[in-house]
C-alpha cells in the first residue's frame, strides 16, 4: 500500500512540526527528522535545517531504541576528499536519527514539549516511557496521556520548599549567581515579606561592593522597608556585621555576580560564605538563559556550597521545558521562582504541580508566582 509520506524543512524543529501540524492536522505520524547543512559552506559555518518527514496513514513500531548501522568511508590522502566523506558520514548519522513513528495521540504532545523548549531527545524520552506503560485503549485517549506526561514531569522537578524560621533561631541566607539574574531585587522580596508579612525581625548584608549601584538598590529597599543593613569587603567585617546583626532572626545575604569562568572569584565567594556561617545558600539563575549555559553555571556554583536553586524571569521566558534537565543535571531542589520586578509581590515558593503544567501549557507562567 502507498504511503503517503511528506517532507519538511525549516531553520528549526518547531517551526518544522508546526509545518506538520498546519498542513497534515495533529493526527498525523513523524516519521523521521534531521539536521542537515544545505552544502559543505553552511556545514562549515555552523548553519543548519531541520528536515521532517511525517504521514498521516502510517503506523509502524518505534524505532527509537533501534541502534545506527555503521557506515564505511573511504579514506584519502586528499584533504578535501576526507572533508567531503565527514560531511557525509554525519548526514548519514543525522538521518538516523528518528523522532520515533508517534500514535496520533502522542504526536501533539511531542510538540507540546519542543514549544516549551525541551531538549528533543528529553522529550522523546518521556514519550516513549508514556507509550510503554500506555495500552492500547489509553492511547485512544489523548487527555488522559497528556495527564500522565505532566505526572512524570512533575515527578522530576525537585522541591526544597520556602526558608523557614523557627522561634528563637536564626537563619543566615545568602544569595548567589552569575551578574543580571536578579539576586538584589529577590533579596528585597524575601526581606519584605519576611518583615511586612510574617512579622520577623530582618537584617540585610551585602558584599556586592564591586557595583555601587546594586549597594545603593538594597540600600534603598532596606530604607523603605526599614532594616537595617551591613556592607562587607573582608571576611574581617564579615564576622563583625553578622555579630551586629545577632539579635536578628533572619539575615538575608546578597553577593556579588560572578561568572562561573572566575575561578579565582568563586574561591573568594566560597570563603566569604564559610566566614559568614551561611545556613541556606541559593543560587539564583535566570529562566531565560540557555540550557548549556544553565548547566555550566550550576555546576560552577556548587563548589561554594550551594543548597538550593531560585529562578527567576519567568515573565520573560517563551517556555520551561529546560527546567527537567537543569534539575537532572545539577541534582539541587528548587525553592523559589519569581515572576515579575514588583517588590514584595512576584515571588513564591516553587510549586512543583504548577511548574509541571506550565511545562505543558496547562497553566500560564503568571500560575506559578
Not at 568511508?73 to 572533508?83: G, K, V, Y
Not at 528533543?120 to 516511557?129: D, H, I, K, M, P
Not at 500522565?148 to 537563619?171: C, F, H, K, Q, Y
Not at 561554594?304 to 520551561?320: A, N, R
Amino acid at each position: 500500500m502507498d504511503m503517503d509520506v511528506r517532507t519538511f524543512r525549516a531553520r528549526s524543529l518547531p517551526e518544522a512540526l508546526r509545518m506538520v501540524r498546519e498542513e497534515l492536522g495533529p493526527r498525523a505520524a513523524v516519521l523521521q527528522t534531521r539536521e542537515v547543512p544545505k552544502n559543505l559552506l553552511s556545514w562549515l559555518t555552523g548553519r543548519r535545517w531541520v528536515e521532517v518527514q511525517a504521514s498521516t496513514g502510517v503506523q509502524v513500531p518505534s524505532r527509537l531504541s533501534s541502534p545506527s548501522p555503521p557506515r564505511r568511508t573511504d579514506h584519502t590522502s586528499d584533504q578535501a576528499s576526507r572533508l567531503e566523506s565527514l560531511v557525509d558520514a554525519l548526514n548519514q548519522r543525522e538521518q538516523t536519527r528518528v523522532v520515533s513513528d508517534l500514535p496520533s495521540t502522542l504526536f501533539p504532545l511531542f510538540t507540546d514539549l519542543i514549544d516549551a523548549e525541551m531538549p528533543e531527545e528529553l522529550a522523546r524520552e518521556f514519550l516513549e516511557r508514556v507509550r510503554a506503560g500506555a495500552s492500547p485503549h489509553d492511547l485512544d485517549d489523548p487527555v488522559l496521556l497528556k495527564a500522565r506526561l505532566t505526572r512524570m514531569i512533575e515527578d522530576e522537578i525537585a522541591i526544597a520548599g520556602p526558608i523557614r524560621v523557627s522561634p528563637n533561631e536564626r537563619r543566615l541566607i545568602a544569595l548567589v549567581g552569575p551578574t543580571g539574574v536578579g539576586k538584589t531585587t529577590t533579596i528585597a522580596k524575601l526581606a519584605a515579606n519576611f518583615h511586612l508579612r510574617d512579622r520577623r525581625k530582618v537584617g540585610l548584608v551585602t558584599v556586592d561592593t564591586y557595583r555601587i549601584a546594586a549597594v545603593e538598590q538594597l540600600r534603598t529597599y532596606a530604607d523603605i522597608i526599614d532594616l537595617p543593613m551591613e556592607v562587607v569587603t573582608t571576611p574581617r567585617e564579615m564576622r563583625q556585621a553578622v555579630a551586629n546583626l545577632a539579635d536578628m532572626e533572619v539575615i538575608l545575604m546578597d553577593t556579588a555576580g560572578r561568572s562561573p569562568r572566575d575561578e579565582v572569584k568563586i574561591q573568594e565567594l566560597r570563603s566569604m560564605l564559610q566566614e559568614a556561617q551561611a545556613d541556606e545558600v541559593h543560587l539564583v539563575l535566570s529562566s531565560v538563559s540557555g540550557l548549556m549555559s544553565l548547566k555550566r553555571t550550576a555546576e560552577r556554583f556548587q563548589r561554594v556550597g550551594v543548597t538550593s536553586l531560585i529562578l527567576t524571569k519567568l515573565d520573560e521566558t517563551t517556555g520551561l521545558g529546560h527546567l527537567v534537565p537543569l534539575l537532572r543535571s545539577c541534582r539541587l531542589p528548587l525553592s523559589y521562582v519569581t515572576n515579575g520586578q514588583n517588590v514584595p509581590d512576584d515571588i513564591a515558593a516553587a510549586d512543583r504541580r504548577l511548574l509541571a503544567r506550565a511545562v505543558m501549557g496547562l497553566e500560564s507562567l503568571d500560575a506559578c508566582r
